[in-house]
């Protein structure tokens, strides 16, 4: 898929406040500096449409942006930043738990660890309330560069294999990626073509 158009659209921290127009929606979801905002900026091809940062806690709402006027991507905060106080912490967990419970259009998630970290509870923790949920996700491995390919082969199995062990029958589709290197840039937007022209087919049912 050719980028032809990215806009930023609005920033929230309320659900029922975000775009309303049914299109197509996908969120970047994972911990504080996994990379979220910096993996859209590279699939966007370009440098500062979502904010980055070295410090975790960069991105603090829901960020909207439409792409190619067809579908929105949608940049959240990371979760499991330890410098925040705890009431912002639970401010925070709600409207992200009302987004993924309420937002209707949200036709798939990325769940997005750090290629290089053995699985961490948190993530987990995450992931298992999505399946409880029924909310679609899917795995990016994020910061590829910082590996060699070896490593990456070996924390990626490793990975996958302790979802099995615990509560997954099947493990969630995943992508590896940099957003230095732009890897599994094609792929991404492969799957998400793929995912939205179903979603206006079965508009047309
Ligand atoms: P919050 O908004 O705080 O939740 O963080 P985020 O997940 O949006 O992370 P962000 O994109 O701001 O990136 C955090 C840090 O990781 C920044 O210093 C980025 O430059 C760096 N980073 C992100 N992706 C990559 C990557 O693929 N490779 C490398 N080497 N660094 C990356
Ligand atoms: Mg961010």
């Not at 490793?158 to 230095?180: C, D, K, M, N, R």
């Amino acid at each position: 898929m050719k980028i032809k158009s990215a806009d930023f659209v609005i920033s929230n921290s309320d659900v029922s406040k975000c775009p309303n127009e049914l299109l197509p929606e996908y969120a970047f979801i994972g911990r504080s500096n996994v990379g979220k905002s910096s993996l859209i900026n590279m699939l966007m091809e370009r440098k500062n449409l979502a904010k980055t940062s070295g410090r975790p806690g960069k991105t603090q709402l829901i960020n909207h942006f439409k792409v190619n006027g067809n579908w929105f991507l949608v940049d959240l905060p990371g979760y499991g930043y330890a410098r925040v106080s705890k009431k912002a912490k639970k401010t925070f967990q709600k409207y992200i738990t009302n987004y993924f419970e309420q937002r209707q259009q949200l036709v798939c998630s990325f769940v997005l660890v750090d290629v290089r970290h053995e699985p961490q509870k948190i993530d987990m923790e995450f992931m298992e309330w999505m399946g409880e949920n029924g909310i679609p996700f899917c795995i990016i491995f994020t910061k590829a560069d910082k590996l060699k390919p070896k490593a990456i082969e070996r924390n990626v199995s490793a990975y996958l294999h302790t979802l099995l062990e615990g509560v997954w029958q099947e493990a969630p589709q995943h992508f590896i990626t940099s957003s230095t290197k732009n890897t599994g840039r094609d792929e991404l937007l492969n799957f998400i073509e793929g995912i939205t022209e179903q979603f206006f087919n079965d508009q047309k049912k």
